[in-house]
């Protein structure tokens, strides 16, 4: 797969090694949910039909941040890196990421047609149904496929689709996250949710309480789920360890935190972390936080924390590893 980065006016510099036509996925694709994935996966499927290259348009930063839309929008469900490697396992040939500011925004319906897609040497455009471009949202998914036709383009409109007969879309997504109902963001992803950090220096408690604990600092914007307690997967340089994962601000200790931390407790494992990249996968919410009487309570309880989340890591493990589920 190949990056290429774009702004408006195009650079005629990006444009001249590519002469390949293109079947393009357009949208901003914040989560690349399942949604997303079924828009990508058509662009894919009528490049292969009709002898094209498939590709992805994607926006940065995030279109409703730079238009002053709300402060969430500051913050992130799958960071570029982590969406390049979602659009790379969808079989995606060429991604283009478009620089997203107020020249761009204000560009009308026409010349995004005009020029930009048809200078990249875009035949096929696939979009979602509630796509909308150019200066204030003016063009929608049936403008694209008017204009399009026009300059020879053709588009396809893709529905959404729907789960507990809610559309699935990066809001829902969010909204699970702020529920911590880890699984039913994985079924709105396809997967568990991410987030990368690296461990840092915390006050050490937890080393002295018997539970050593990696304290992570989060290398982007992320949101993250509702404060509490999960088991997780700590991802380290590709291997697994099952996790207890404390999400919040250690209400029991007198001077607490004036942020929510993330800290989390490898079980079965021993050794020196610090500085370390990790990756860390919600798998399901345990409790909430709690504030306990004495520090002996709150040792008990992490011990059961720490049972539970063996308990349906294990669990988990065991489904992955079964005949059936490698069937399904």
Same mark, same amino acid.
């Given at each position: 797969?190949?990056?290429?980065?774009?702004?408006?006016?195009?650079?005629?510099?990006?444009?001249?090694s590519k002469d390949e036509q293109l079947s393009i996925a357009i949208g901003?694709? *914040?989560?690349?949910?399942?949604?997303?994935?079924?828009?990508?996966?058509?662009?894919?499927?009528?490049?292969?039909q009709q002898g094209l290259k498939s590709a992805v348009m994607t926006f940065? %930063?995030?279109?409703?941040? =730079?238009?002053?839309? $709300?402060?969430?929008?500051?913050?992130?469900?799958?960071?570029? /890196?982590?969406?390049?490697?979602?659009?790379?396992?969808?079989?995606?040939?060429?991604?283009?990421?478009?620089?997203?500011?107020?020249?761009?925004?204000?560009?009308? %319906?026409?010349?995004?047609?005009?020029?930009?897609?048809?200078?990249?040497?875009?035949?096929?455009?696939?979009?979602?149904? *509630?796509?909308?471009?150019?200066?204030?949202?003016?063009?929608?998914?049936?403008?694209? $496929?008017?204009?399009?036709?026009?300059?020879?383009?053709?588009?396809?409109?893709?529905?959404?689709?729907?789960?507990? $007969?809610?559309?699935?879309?990066?809001?829902?997504?969010?909204?699970?996250?702020?529920? #911590?109902?880890?699984?039913?963001?994985?079924?709105?992803? $396809?997967?568990s949710y991410e987030v990368e950090g690296v461990v840092v220096h915390g006050?050490?408690?937890?080393?002295?309480?018997?539970?050593?604990?990696?304290?992570?600092?989060?290398?982007?914007?992320?949101?993250?789920?509702?404060?509490?307690?999960?088991?997780?997967?700590?991802?380290?340089? #590709?291997?697994?360890?099952?996790?207890?994962?404390?999400? #919040?601000?250690?209400?029991?200790?007198? *001077?607490?935190?004036?942020?929510? =931390?993330?800290?989390?407790?490898?079980?079965?494992?021993? #050794?020196?972390?610090?500085?370390?990249?990790?990756?860390?996968?919600?798998?399901?919410?345990?409790?909430? /936080?709690?504030?306990?009487?004495?520090? *002996?309570?709150?040792?008990?309880?992490?011990?059961?924390?720490?049972?539970?989340?063996?308990?349906?890591?294990?669990?988990?493990?065991?489904?992955?590893?079964? %005949? =059936?589920?490698?069937?399904?």
């Amino acid at each position: 797969m190949e990056l290429i980065s774009i702004g408006f006016p195009l650079s005629d510099s990006k444009l001249a090694s590519k002469d390949e036509q293109l079947s393009i996925a357009i949208g901003h694709f *914040d989560g690349v949910h399942k949604g997303h994935q079924n828009v990508i996966k058509r662009a894919v499927d009528a490049a292969r039909q009709q002898g094209l290259k498939s590709a992805v348009m994607t926006f940065h %930063p995030h279109p409703k941040a =730079v238009l002053g839309q $709300g402060e969430q929008y500051f913050s992130c469900l799958t960071p570029l /890196e982590s969406k390049l490697a979602q659009f790379e396992a969808l079989g995606v040939d060429y991604v283009f990421v478009m620089k997203f500011d107020h020249s761009f925004a204000s560009i009308s %319906p026409e010349r995004f047609v005009s020029e930009v897609l048809v200078p990249l040497g875009v035949r096929h455009t696939v979009v979602g149904f *509630d796509f909308r471009y150019g200066s204030r949202g003016a063009g929608d998914a049936q403008m694209l $496929g008017t204009l399009g036709s026009e300059q020879g383009l053709t588009t396809e409109v893709v529905e959404p689709l729907l789960l507990q $007969g809610q559309k699935i879309s990066s809001t829902y997504v969010r909204e699970a996250l702020d529920q #911590g109902n880890m699984a039913l963001v994985e079924d709105l992803l $396809g997967r568990s949710y991410e987030v990368e950090g690296v461990v840092v220096h915390g006050h050490a408690r937890g080393r002295l309480i018997g539970f050593p604990t990696a304290n992570v600092g989060l290398t982007q914007p992320y949101i993250t789920p509702r404060l509490g307690v999960y088991a997780a997967q700590v991802v380290i340089g #590709g291997q697994v360890y099952p996790a207890v994962l404390n999400h #919040g601000m250690k209400p029991t200790f007198k *001077d607490g935190e004036k942020a929510p =931390v993330l800290e989390a407790h490898l079980i079965g494992f021993s #050794g020196d972390l610090y500085d370390q990249s990790i990756r860390i996968r919600f798998i399901s919410f345990i409790r909430p /936080e709690h504030k306990f009487a004495s520090v *002996d309570e709150l040792i008990a309880q992490i011990g059961r924390d720490r049972d539970e989340a063996a308990a349906q890591l294990e669990e988990l493990q065991s489904k992955e590893a079964s %005949p =059936v589920s490698r069937n399904l």
